[in-house]
């Protein structure tokens, strides 16, 4: 979805052009069910951020297949990004670790991961020769 990639690599420009065209700002990609928001706030581009919610009208409530918001993984991700969704009117809510199941296991996992990303370099680098666990999970 070319939203989803303006969105991750916090190309505002793109985004701006695609959303002209009519991009849906919340569709939801097919295997976790994120948005593009989502997807900005894991990558952490808080000028994504602004222009999707305020001028875009991206749904600060769109829930990941897991149940999750953007505001939920700004959180775990990044708290100044937690703090611009509330001010745009995110919702505050606890993770749902209740609606967690062995059945999302998978995507729970894939999904932390993916938090990672940004680290990736440095945890390799650390740990490319010595097999510690962390590079094994990574």
């Known amino acids: 979805m070319p939203l989803h990639l303006a969105a991750m690599n916090g190309h505002v420009s793109i985004a701006k052009l695609l959303c002209c065209f009519g991009a849906n700002v919340n569709a939801m990609e097919g295997k976790y069910g994120r948005t593009a928001l989502h997807y900005t706030v894991e990558r952490r581009h808080p000028a994504m951020l602004h222009f999707l919610v305020s001028q875009c009208g991206a749904s600060t409530e769109a829930e990941t297949y897991s149940g999750y918001t953007a505001h939920q993984i700004a959180m775990a991700a990044e708290p100044v990004l937690a703090a611009l969704l509330a001010d745009l009117g995110a919702q505050t809510r606890p993770c749902p670790l209740e609606k967690f199941s062995s059945d999302d296991e998978d995507n729970y996992v ?16 650390n740990t490319l020769l010595t097999n510690e666990a962390l590079h094994l999970v990574a």
């Open 110 to 125: 894939d999904s932390n991961l993916s938090l990672t990303a940004p680290w990736r370099p440095q945890i390799d680098k």
